[in-house]
Structures are given as structure tokens and as C-alpha cells.
């Protein structure tokens, strides 16, 4: 570890993960060291050993669960849009072939009581009980617009320019009600809040062409999900970043942060010095260089059947919008199961998130827990949300963001991007594949 690298980079989650593998494919030394004995930090996948070691104090396995190595539990629920952005970058850099996806099975969405499918076809459209009939012809005649816009050519634009026009101002354009705002502003959108209506259309346009490609791909849903959970994601990039001359370690705690004049020029750990120019980090190896933006809760729930009311599906994303429950944020359930490979058979793992609003974030999501059925374990953990007080560029510090209560990895995908900017003085460009190197 005495050496000297071009980039440190401070833990092993997903978007330091990225980085990492990102910086080595374009030639720099780095250095990636992580205080956990585990790849992934807060996005890992744990087996029961481990998660009962976090949250139980290491309690006994209950013998009904079966075999340990069976489980893979996420800590954070995301699914990945099939034609979003963290898809292009694993393609661009063929992590992909350490990695084996499989579809999310549906998506459905809360609304008056009632869990509903998402339709992913003209036909369930049509059979749909999610809207009216006339909500529905308001809806096609909306989403017909989305899909034949085109900014540079004001045939298509009905008067609308969606760089300067709210989502309101569409809304109205198109006589759409309130509860068909909820879906195509949540499920379709899928946006946490309602704020998006007072700002320009553009970037929901955007997010509902996503939704529309992604689900085009490959049908049933937009989403899908790696075999064995999502600490296989960090890894896959980790052993990128090595294939490339990157140097991993864990159970490697940070002694001290060295600058000189300033900027940042090494690290101090277990007795050895690591020396670079850059480093990036998570926000809990920078405590003093971050702000708290809020919290998230998220209840890992352990289930012995399939989540009820979506026909006995291998894995679901249901999100319950915030007007349908009285809350200023969306709620969100993602749940997986063996077809997965991250629980024995006959079991589910179903996680619910959202941001919190009040002094007592369980409280918050018991419309959630109500909706999965009898639970047989339950981890409930609050983590606070942290964003840099600047861009790291004057000491040469970049710290990442946390991971938000999104349920996909599109703004991962942002910070990542944004961060790489900052330190390479480029976008990253992830057109093609990178030119692949022998692996030893």
C-alpha cells in the first residue's frame, strides 16, 4: 500500500464502485479500500449470518429459513430501468458478462385500496381497471403526444413547449384528473413528490420515455434485477477496475486524511501511507464535508408467499402514491424472491421505503406493511441522506451522494457522471464498448 496511485477512492458501494472501474479503464492507478470485510457498503447484499450480525446483534438463524449461503438481502431496494442510463454504462463497459439479469415480473401501483397492475400491453390498458373509460381516452390522447413530440419540430408540439411549459400546463392541455396525474406523474414518472408540476415538462417527459422504452424492451415490466442481489453490482465493477490494474482491500480502516497546501495528497491506514492527488469517498469517510438532506426508513421484510394481490408473481415493484395515502412522498414495495437466487424457495424478501416526514418513520409505512401479508421477519433501519457542501474540486475531495429513496439507479447514474466530470474535466461518454483488455 506505500505507493503512490492517481485516485483513492473510500469505500466499496456501488456509485465509489463505478468510479473505480470507470477511472482504471481510462488508464489511472487507483486504490480502493473499504473498512467492511463486504463489497458494496450500504448497497451490499447480506446472507442471514450478516444480517442478523447487523441488525439482531448476531441472534441465532431461525432453522425455517434453511441454509445461510441461500439468501442475498439487499439494503437498499433498487431496480434498474432496462433502457436507463446504469444499463448504457454497464453495457459501455461490459460488466455484463460478470453479471446475469433477470425481468422484474410486474409493476403496480396503489390506488383506492387496491393493488393494480400496470398495464404493459394495449390489451391490459384496455381491460384495466385503473382508469375510467374517458380517463382512459384523455390518457392516450396525452400519451400519444409524449410519444410523437419532437423538439425541433413545432408540428408536433400543440402549442406546448415542454423546455418552458409546467407539467400542470400539460395536465390542463389535455383535461388530465387528478388521480390519472398520480399515475402517470408516479408510476409512469416515477417521481417522489409533486413538486415536478410547477417545473418544465422537459425532464417528465423525459422519465415517462424511459418508463415507455424500458417497458417495450422486454414486456411485463421496465424493470430488471441481477441474479443474487444487487451486491453483485459493486463487485462486477470492482473486478473491472482490477482487471485494469485497480488495487482492491478491504477491512481497511482510514487512520487519517493527509492534505498538503490545502488538497488532498494521501491516506494514513493501519500503519501504511497511500499517496494521490484525488479522492473519492462516501459520505461517512467525510463527515465534515457533507450536509444531512433528510432521511429515508426502509423495513427488510421476510416473507413465505408471494406479495398478495399481484397473481403470485417472482418479483414486483408496487408504489403507493403519496396523495392515495395522505404523505408528501411516495411509498414504494420491491420484492424478489429464489427466481432470483436471493432467497431460499418458498421465500420472498420484500423491502418498503420512503422518505421521512415525521418523528415516527414506522408509523409511515404501515399502509406499505399492510399491503405484503403475513411477515415472518422484519429488519427496519432509518438512514440519513447526505449531499457535499461543495464540489470537491478546490481540495480535490469528491464526495458521493447517498442513496436516495428512489427505486432505480437513475440518479446513481447523475452523480456518477457528475462526479466523474468534475475530476476527468469531460462527460463520460458511453457510446460502444471499452476496448476489452486480456484478463489474467
Known sequence: MD???????????????????????????????????????????????????????????????????????????????????????????????????????????????????????????VLSSIMSLAEKTSAAKFLEFIQNYDFTNPSTQQGLDLNVDTMSAVYAKFSIEPSIQDFIG??????????????????????????????ARYGKSPYIYPMFGLGELPQGF????????????????????????????GIKSQGETAKAKVVIGDASYFPDKVKKTGQVIRAICLLKHPVPDTSDADSVQIIIPQKQVSRSNDIYIAAVSSAHSVAAKGFWV???????????????????????GAISEKFVHVDDLYEPVSDGTAESVFVTRSYD????????????????????????????????????
Not at 194 to 206: F, G, I, Q, S
Not at 247 to 261: H, P, Q
Not at 352 to 361: A, G, H, I, Y
Request: hydrophobic share 35%; glycine share 8%; proline share 3%.
Open 3 to 125: 505507493e503512490t496511485y492517481d485516485v483513492i477512492v473510500l469505500g466499496t458501494g456501488l456509485t465509489e464502485c463505478i468510479l473505480a472501474g470507470l477511472l482504471s479503464v481510462d488508464g489511472k492507478k487507483v486504490l480502493q479500500i473499504d473498512r467492511n470485510d463486504y463489497y458494496g457498503g450500504s448497497s451490499a447484499s447480506l446472507n442471514l449470518t450478516q444480517l442478523y450480525k447487523k441488525y439482531r446483534d448476531g441472534a441465532p438463524l431461525p432453522a425455517e429459513y434453511g441454509r445461510d449461503r441461500d439468501f442475498n438481502v439487499d439494503l437498499i431496494p433498487k431496480f434498474a430501468m432496462a433502457s436507463g442510463e446504469f444499463v448504457n454504462i454497464l453495457y459501455h463497459t461490459d460488466v455484463t458478462r460478470y453479471l446475469e439479469f433477470r425481468q422484474v415480473e410486474g409493476s403496480f401501483v396503489y390506488k383506492d385500496g387496491k393493488v393494480i397492475k400496470v398495464p404493459s400491453s394495449q390489451q391490459e390498458a
Open 405 to 440: 429513496a428512489t427505486s432505480h439507479f437513475e440518479s446513481v447514474c447523475a452523480d456518477v457522471k457528475d462526479v466523474y466530470k468534475r475530476i476527468v474535466g469531460s462527460e463520460l461518454k458511453v457510446e460502444g464498448k471499452v476496448q476489452k483488455i486480456a484478463e489474467e
Open 350 to 372: 420484500a423491502i418498503v421505503s420512503t422518505l421521512v416526514e415525521t418523528s415516527e418513520p414506522e408509523k409511515e409505512i404501515e399502509p406499505a406493511l399492510a399491503l405484503l
Open 186 to 215: 408516479h408510476a409512469l414518472a416515477l417521481h417522489l413528490d409533486d413538486k415536478y408540476k410547477d417545473l418544465p415538462a422537459r425532464d417528465t417527459y423525459e422519465r415517462i420515455c424511459l418508463y415507455m422504452n424500458s417497458m
Open 238 to 265: 470492482a473486478r473491472l477496475s482490477a482487471i485494469y490494474g485497480g488495487t482492491y482491500m478491504l477491512s481497511r480502516s482510514v487512520d487519517e486524511v493527509i492534505y498538503e497546501g490545502g488538497k488532498f495528497a
